[in-house]
């Protein structure tokens, strides 16, 4: 089995300078978007797009002391132990990697947009034009040479990290443990629990998951396994009754018919018999 790897953002080191941003549409070859609107804040998107697969996000909050913060984070697809985008896509083109990475395979993908409706993060994003679902693919053709993300390779304040399992896991439990000896008390791992895994991207934030618009309990909808597990199932089901039913239409109709058939034969044959008892 391939070793699994995961990617770290330590929070608490981030910067705001946005640079993974732009090595990550450098890597992928994608456009500006042209749309963002200026709101008076530093947020640039408001959400990722079909051309943006990596968002640096600034919360602004006051805290109960009146003091402001800007809760930073760099926000991408989780690449989930399960993946709701995956579990979903009725045609199957999307895989979580033996190493990690959870994929969208262009070349199947509909563009029935269900990964987006299916994931808790609501990451894919549909590109309009294309027709195709989009998302960080954790610059999985890198990494398979041996190469970092594009976006860890650049972020010069050292706030994402890449490497195996383990080594991640150790330096993301040091992390964790100097931010709560520094007085962060809400201070906790996303992604893990420290030993395992629930997710290959995994964060150290300094602040609860909710201050960095982060859901406290990510969940697949329990509406994706009920439409794959029992509706789905059911709908073949249904269409194969509808097809025998078809069958069973066309069979009962034929013996009818022949009946009837048979019948005015019959009733014919009486006839000519008739005629012929009068002659
Ligand atoms: S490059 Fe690093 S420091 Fe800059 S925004 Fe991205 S994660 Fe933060
Ligand atoms: S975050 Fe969403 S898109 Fe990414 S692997 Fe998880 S379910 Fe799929
Ligand atoms: S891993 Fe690659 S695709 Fe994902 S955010 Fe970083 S640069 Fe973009």
Redesign the pocket.
Same mark, same amino acid.
């Given at each position: 089995m391939a070793k699994e790897v995961v990617m770290l953002?330590d929070v608490s =080191?981030?910067?705001?300078? =946005? %640079?993974?941003?732009v %090595?990550c549409k450098q890597w992928h070859d994608l456009p500006a978007d042209m749309s963002t609107e200026f709101e008076g804040e530093y947020q640039s998107h408001k959400d990722l797009t079909s051309t943006t697969y990596n968002l640096?996000k600034f919360n602004e909050r006051l805290d109960s002391k009146g003091k402001f913060h800007w809760d $930073?984070i760099?926000y991408q697809c989780m690449h989930c132990a399960v993946p709701g985008c995956a579990e979903g896509c009725p045609k199957h083109a999307i895989t979580k990697l033996e190493h990690g990475p959870v994929v969208i395979n262009e070349d199947l993908c509909v563009g029935c947009d269900y990964c987006s409706m299916n994931c808790p993060f609501g990451i894919p994003k549909l590109d309009e034009k294309k027709h195709k679902s989009t998302k960080c693919d954790m610059c999985y053709d890198r990494i398979s040479e041996g190469m970092m993300p594009s976006?860890a390779k !650049?972020? !010069? %304040?050292q %706030? $994402?990290d890449f490497g195996y399992k383990d080594k991640m896991l150790e330096i993301a439990n040091k992390r964790l443990a100097e931010l709560k000896a520094e007085g962060h008390e809400d201070a906790c791992l996303y992604g893990t629990d420290g030993e395992n895994l629930t997710a290959n991207m995994i964060y150290v934030l300094p602040e609860k998951p909710s201050v960095y618009g982060l859901p406290e309990q990510p969940k697949v909808s329990d509406g994706m396994y009920l439409w794959r597990d029992v509706i789905k199932p059911i709908g073949k089901l249904a269409s194969g009754g509808a097809l025998l039913g078809l069958a069973g239409m066309m069979i009962v109709h034929s013996m009818v018919k022949s009946q009837d058939e048979e019948k005015n034969t019959d009733e014919k044959g009486d006839h000519i018999k008739d005629e012929a008892d009068k002659e």
């Open positions: 953002h =080191r981030c910067s705001g300078c =946005r %640079a993974c941003m %090595a640096v $930073i760099k976006c !650049t972020c !010069t %304040a %706030a $994402i």
